[in-house]
């Protein structure tokens, strides 16, 4: 049976990095498990790869000086954040592995932080993460998406204060591989949970199996959930389901990532990109 032992956390240096360690550090506690949260900063030799020819040695210099002292100034504000976040939640110090038990540990790193989190991120039972947006384009954070698409593990996705109990929990049932990875690594928040709630939008499992294998196999781990039809909107598959899980008050939803082909989603949108940037509970997705 899945267990939360290890919890890997991937800080931005935004806001939204107070809400993500808030809710990672209820989450530890909650399983017992260890969080480690990590702050990825830029190397500050790449900040000249991104400057015009004709600068003079002198100018590079003051750039890659610049881009470091933006790196600890945001080190030492994050720091100060995982201080007085773990004051609050009264964690101790990591222990090591035998130990067990819960408790936490910051650290830094300097690279890219798609390749920092893909590899730290495979080693670990959960990822939560906050829903930061990239200003230079319509995509995720590099460290969510890196999370999502690289580590193989289920991302918790927060971008606003949550309770951390996740009593009414809704899965996005399509029948795809990824949303049932989602739902056997998630297992210990299912086993939690005060009401399940299998939400299938109508027509959309037509490569898996249906909700009712669904809850039968939920049954079997002594969690009783319900089945809800959801009828497709005419502004998509996303509304739809959040839609419904807002109605039905869920605190939290499991759901796929990227789960439609390329063509699929240019055809039919993305259902994971319009969650991503809708939805005020968390997400608990694999990919």
Not at 70 to 87: I, N, P, Q, S
Not at 271 to 279: C, E, G, K, R, S
């Amino acid at each position: 049976m899945p267990q939360i032992r290890k919890i890997t956390v991937p800080l931005s240096g935004h806001d939204v990095d107070e809400v993500v360690l808030d809710t990672a550090f209820a989450v530890a506690k909650r399983f017992d498990a260890n969080l480690r949260a990590a702050l990825i900063l830029a190397d500050p030799r790449d900040a000249v790869a991104f400057v015009g020819e004709g600068m003079t040695s002198a100018m590079l210099e003051q750039i890659m000086l610049s881009a470091e002292g933006e790196g600890k100034e945001k080190g030492a504000r994050t720091r100060l954040l995982f201080e007085r976040l773990r004051e609050k939640h009264a964690c101790p110090d990591i222990l090591p592995p035998q130990s067990g038990g819960y408790g936490c540990h910051y650290f830094e790193r300097v690279g890219r932080e798609d390749e920092v989190i893909a590899q730290r991120g495979r080693l670990c039972d959960l990822l939560i993460a906050g829903k930061v947006r990239n200003p230079d384009a319509n995509a995720p954070h590099l460290a969510l998406e890196a999370a999502l698409r690289e580590t193989g593990r289920p991302v918790l996705v927060v971008s606003s204060p949550t309770a951390s109990e996740f009593k009414t929990i809704a899965i996005a049932w399509n029948g795809s591989i990824e949303v049932s990875r989602a739902i056997t690594m998630g297992m210990p928040f299912l086993e939690r949970a005060e009401r399940v709630i299998a939400l299938s939008v109508e027509g959309d499992t037509e490569y898996g199996p249906p909700g009712s294998d669904l809850l039968e196999y939920l049954a079997w781990h002594g969690i009783k959930g319900e089945a809800v039809a959801v009828k497709a909107s005419e502004r998509g598959q996303g509304q739809a389901l959040l839609n419904a899980a807002v109605e039905a008050k869920a605190d939290m939803m499991f759901m796929g990532a990227y789960t439609r082909s390329h063509m699929r989603r240019l055809i039919f949108g993305g259902v994971t990109a319009f969650m991503l940037d809708n939805a005020q509970f968390p997400l608990l997705m694999t990919h």
